[in-house]
């Protein structure tokens, strides 16, 4: 579907009643950038084995992009069968000596100090994250990295208090664990990978994705600098290839995947008869329900931030509203209307909201979804705000005049595309959100707390937020039903994926 390009000469009306927004205005903002003078980017990054840079062995490297300018900005090493090898070597080396035999409070202290490290360049990092991954410089700044070292001071807590984690038990690390993460939070996803398994006394291979693999070696840099012994961690990046490849090998104890359901499944069939341990979060469709008594201002902020943080790439992201059929156009005009002050553009321009899609892949994956929309006979709303002419980018989103049974009310967009549906009854609502094969994420808004307890115990969802919506912290558990995955990460249940008890 093609892109509307109308934009400032017929300022946005606001639809929905007593509305103080004025378009044509104040909705002006200056630019206000963020320098990226501060950060380093090499040309080109080497694998992060044994605690050194080495090359590739067959030498080939893959180019990644600014998805806000199209532009290459730097290349990564591709890890093939032998480097995963000798990165599952170096850990199994690190496991066996030194890391293993080290006082759990003295793990604790590397975990400690990469934490405080992450908050002392957190400005290297967010800017970083912004370039590579397309996310608003807002987002990572004060979402991705703090909630990133956070998880390392929470685990950091952990790594000497474990026999309280598990009374009557005696947590041992499994071993070597292969960590597969996804692009769209990468520094978080490498957090909430690394920070409990190295608690617990394992050590890791982890790849990133390959369109978001900067921050994962800059991290690599910072665990040089940290003096984490050589081996704990290893950090090899690559495609989906390289990514099997550490499935697949031998010598490794666990697996720990976040990303699409597909690859998901096939991870599942390659260990399935293996004695790997795994966890796998997968991919989400979340409910928004509204009630007639809900606060109708503070729901419409909700739905915005639940559909359009991080421009919709987000697992638990709230992708469909079911309103009472009541409010229903009401919630929906205000909807609109707070969908227009929505600025889209350049991730480093400190007043964006909606930044860039991460890749020109996923950018063609969502506008194939509005079209398979339009076809299924979903009326079309984008907001009408200005977008670069170079990069990937996609307006604000709603699809209404859906059906249960159409694949965009059924399927992962993965981007800022929200649909729209109605029902009367509470039954109804938990009826229409459970109806998806996935199972991650909820919200519900209502004045009522019986409702938020009824709803709550009828989805069938890992997450169910009350009059909010991601909201995250390390304390808290995190993970799916369905299809939506196997496992959890965050807080206490977290570390028991990390340990065997005897
Ligand atoms: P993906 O699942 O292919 O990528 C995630 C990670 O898995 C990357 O590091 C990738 O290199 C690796 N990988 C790919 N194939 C593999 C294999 N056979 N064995 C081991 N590792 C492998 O996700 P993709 O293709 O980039 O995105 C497609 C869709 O997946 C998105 O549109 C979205 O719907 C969903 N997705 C969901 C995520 C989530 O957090 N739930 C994250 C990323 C994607
Ligand atoms: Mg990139």
Redesign the pocket.
Known sequence: MSQTTETKETPYKPTSPNSKLDFASVWEYAPAPESSDHVEIKDQYQLFIDGKFVKPSKGRYFKSTNPATTEVITEFAEATQNDVDKAVKAARKAFKGEWSSLAPKTRGKYLYRIARMLQERSREFSVLESMDGGKPIRESRDVDVPLAAAHFFYYAGWADKLDYAFPGKTPEPLGVCGQ?????FPLLMLAWKIAPALACGNTVVL????TTSLTALKFAELVKDAGVPAGVINIVTG??QT??EI?NHKDIDKIAF???TG?GK??QKSLAGTDKKFTL????KGALIVFEDAPIDQAVEGIINAIFFNQGHV?CAGSRLLVQEGVADLVTQKLKDRMETLIVGDPLDKNTDIGAINSSQ?FE?INSYLEIGVDEGADVYQSKCSIPENGYFIRPTLLANVAQSNRVVQE?I?GPVLTVQTFRTADEAIDKANNTPFGLAGGVWTDKGSKIFKVGAGLRSGVVWANTYNKFDPTSPFGGYKESGVGREGGLHGLSAYVKLK
Do not use: D, M, R
């Open positions: 597969i993460i996804p692009w769209n790849k990133p994705a390959e495609a989906g990514g099997a499935v976040t990303g699409s690859v096939l991870i979060e997968l991919g989400g697992c996923q994956t992962e993965f």
